[in-house]
């Protein structure tokens, strides 16, 4: 039989164990925190429904740049090392620039690559979405840059806007005939 003095011991070592449960799930939790990456630049792609084109495009942190009629600014972009699972985040704000050259904020919240159409932003002429967050690009950052260390050089001579080089020097093929039907 159980007395009121073994439950009440029982309860006391239960509590104990969920200290130190917690304890170092906080801990764990602190340490995954601090695994996330601080990049840079956040690469953007961009959808001009008129024109049915899709752009790729480099921001740094803090600068804003111009897609038709929409700014976009990222704040932050974060990701994970390359041993653990991809997490791509981003927190970033749009603004519209409107037929009166006013500004219309009409997105300010965070993007995740993984899921693009979950925090994408879509407008009646573009959408814009976060593919990926990377620590330099091609493309120079702006002078009064401020945000998180670049790690790399930016390579002279290269085209941020040109896209692989296949090595073929040479336009398409002409087509072959087709056989004679008759």
């Known amino acids: ?47 001009d429904k008129i024109t049915g084109r899709i752009i790729s495009f480099d921001v740094y942190i803090g600068e804003t740049v111009q897609f038709g009629a929409l700014q976009v600014t990222p704040r932050v972009c974060h990701t994970r090392p390359q041993t653990e699972s991809p997490l791509t985040t981003g927190f970033v704000q749009v603004d519209e620039i409107t037929l009166n050259n006013e500004v219309r904020r009409i997105f300010s919240g965070w993007m995740y690559a993984a899921s693009p159409g979950l925090h994408a932003v879509e407008h009646p002429v573009y959408d814009i979405w976060l593919t990926n967050c990377k620590l330099a690009s091609t493309v120079p950052p702006p002078e009064d840059y401020d945000g998180p260390p670049i790690k790399g050089v930016v390579a002279e001579g290269e085209d941020p806007l040109a896209g692989p080089d296949d090595g073929v020097q040479s336009g398409p093929g002409v087509p072959r005939p087709k056989p004679f039907q008759g």
């Open 1 to 47: 039989m159980v007395t009121l003095i073994d439950a009440l011991k029982a309860a006391k070592h239960l509590l104990a164990g969920l200290a130190v449960a917690s304890l170092a799930m906080s801990a764990s939790g602190a340490a995954a925190q601090s695994e996330k990456i601080e990049n840079p630049v956040a690469v953007f792609s961009g959808l």
